[in-house]
């Protein structure tokens, strides 16, 4: 026969709570896992772009990437006089779409386009159209 004695309980809680916590961070794991780019599952990628796509400023930022080959984090940012976290939060919305992809040199962040990106959308495009 088991006793319920202040150990026990100490036990017992504890289990439940990792459980909790173990349960939560397979739920934010496939939160992630949603709204992250992944090869091969073209609908999700085009819902994924064409959210990040929305804002203009999104696509002045992926213009300049086009054009001028990858660069930094805040020479990218320069000509918009935004504030580089706001700049950043923006660069993972479009890193996580699939847009650019970004590294770090040192404490430099380097942002290049990802035109496979865009081949992938406008086959999505011309087969959806059909």
Known sequence: MKYWNKERIRRVRKRREQGERISAARAAARMRESRTYTTGDSEKNSNLMLDALGLPLRRELLM???????????KLGE????KLPWLYKQ??????????????????RMCVFNR????ELSAWLTSYAR
């Open 79 to 82: 000509p918009f006089g935004t």
């Open 91 to 108: 660069m993972q919305i479009l890193e996580q779409s699939g847009l650019i992809a970004t590294h770090k040199r040192g404490r430099v």
């Open 64 to 74: 300049r990437l086009q054009k001028n080959g990858a660069m930094s984090l805040s």
């Open 116 to 119: 496979g990106a865009f081949k």
